[in-house]
């Protein structure tokens, strides 16, 4: 027997209902600018946009040393850009803009050896700002050059990537804020109007192990010996310093960016690290307490864009392959509506080396589309998602409906009450994965809508552990890391969309809709095309 779970009576006779913003679809990941020269790369982002509706991508490794830009000629900077002109001559031709994000160093002007992720990202500050000044100027000025001014203006420019983190930035808070202050004036003196912000920082903390110059291991502490993580203060990373910081030297602030990722990697006194996973309603607290943030900071104009999120940091947590990841983009979207101005999905696709390339289709990337182009079902969320109309009439927990003109759009899911977390993380295997796919019970959905045009059809579909999800046909196969091309045609019919029933509008211009939800499940109601 199912339990009611969303049982709705709407009219929508006298419902213009209010504006509406996707800001979900704003912004979007990926990995590292020289892998979006791959011709696969950029069909599946043309595949995302068509999908996800999505705006501007955001990508590491611009001046990484694959990319061929940075160059000297007796000594001045005079870079060359035929790379970064063929991959975002590609963005641009999908429809897409490019979220600019300024970093790391070129390997001639990295004040370290030491590199990060497999393709050797230079995480530590440049040796000499003010040749990273000129790059930074030279690079801006090429953009408008070659694209236009009025094209360049409708960009964003992000300062570096998660400067709190040694890997990422081996230097001091003050460096990155000196650093900030370079990069701001070189973009600013191209053209003022150019939307330029930081600090781009990553996931919410409750202590002070970021309160200094550099990040204290000791204050893990805290996390680690916290009985109830959700009743901490948890706190973006040296915004309001960096807010403060601008403020006093006069820097212009476009927009804010930090990273909500809902989990924290902590670390004992021996270095031993524990993978941390917080409350279901971690990610809406954070975008909240940002918005408190700007709203009475000294740029309460600034926009705010959540430049990097998922239920986890890590590309190899095989939820990001399961209906749960679905089910958690849409729950948390619906609770953030009106608080920011982007949340952007990490990442787009599988095709991401920061650990190498994944062994399996399925292999716990932080893609909405595995490296064959498959969608996951979190590529249905956002699928989803886009379906939605510019106008919200009604929205509560699991539940959302809008309009666009005449059409009416309304989009459910399933999160079970049995799992209170953010999606538990899987690692190493799929047993976590597994076992919170099969946590909670089925519920029932059981709408009814008035006020609609009598005889209209509507369409339901779901997408659940048994529709819609790729993972169930490649079970089947056996679950083979390389399949044959007709394998993988199977499979990829298997993701294509979930399942569809029909409805129709009453003569009296009700439409009702009973229907069962699996738990992870989402479904979307429509008017048929």
Known sequence: MTEAIMERELDLADAPGVPLDHFWSRVVGAGRANEGLRAHWQSQLTQAHRLGGFDYVRFHGLFHGDMFVYREVDGEVAPSFHYVDLLFDAILAAGMRPFVEFG???????????TVFWWGANGSPPTDNEKWAALVRATVEHWVARYGIDEVRAWYFEVWNEPNLGPFFRGTRSEYFELYRVTVLAVKAVDPALRVGGPATSNFVPDARFDGEVEDIAQHETVLTAPDLDALDWRPVWLEEFLRFCADNRLPVDFVS??????????????????????VEATPTDLRRVREIVDAGPFPRAEIHLTEWSSSSSSRDFTHDYPQAAAFVVRTVLASIGLVDSLAYWTFTDVFEEEGAGRDPFHGGFGMLNQDGIPKPAMHAYRMLNALGDHLVHRDEGLVVTRRGTDVTALAVHYPEEVALSVPASFGTRDVADRTLATGQPKRLSLRIAGLVAGERY????????????????????????????????????????????????DDGVLAVDAELRPWAIALLNRAR
């Open 104 to 114: 790391f160093s070129p390997p001639e002007l990295a004040r370290e050896t030491g």
């Open 258 to 279: 930090c990273h909500p990722y809902p989990t924290d990697w902590a670390l004992d006194g021996h270095g031993n690290g524990r993978k941390l996973t917080r409350g």
């Open 459 to 506: 369409a339901l579909e779901v997408v659940d552990d048994r529709h819609g999800w790729a993972m169930t046909e490649w079970t089947r196969q056996g679950r083979d890391g390389n399949p044959s091309m007709a394998d993988l045609e199977a499979i990829r019919a298997g993701a294509g969309q979930g399942a569809t029933t029909w409805h129709t509008v009453s």
